[in-house]
């Protein structure tokens, strides 16, 4: 992908890097540990920011 459209696409981001599979690994064992145990129904997106309702 061209340094470019990397670029914008960064720029979009609120938190001004982009995700590593570390961030969303500790999502799922955020979820799937004593912690994420009366969490029902809801949706959890790991995404800097960047998709907000």
């Given at each position: 992908?061209?340094?470019?459209?990397?670029?914008?696409q960064?720029?979009?981001?609120?938190?001004?890097?982009?995700?590593?599979?570390r961030?969303?690994t500790?999502?799922?064992?955020?979820?799937?540990?004593?912690?994420?145990?009366?969490?029902?129904?809801?949706?959890?997106?790991?995404?800097?920011?960047?998709?907000m309702?």
């Open positions: 992908m061209p340094k470019e459209h990397l670029d914008l960064l720029e979009r981001i609120p938190l001004g890097r982009f995700s590593t599979p961030d969303v500790r999502t799922y064992l955020f979820l799937l540990g004593d912690d994420g145990s009366y969490y029902t129904g809801q949706t959890l997106s790991p995404n800097g920011g960047d998709v309702p």
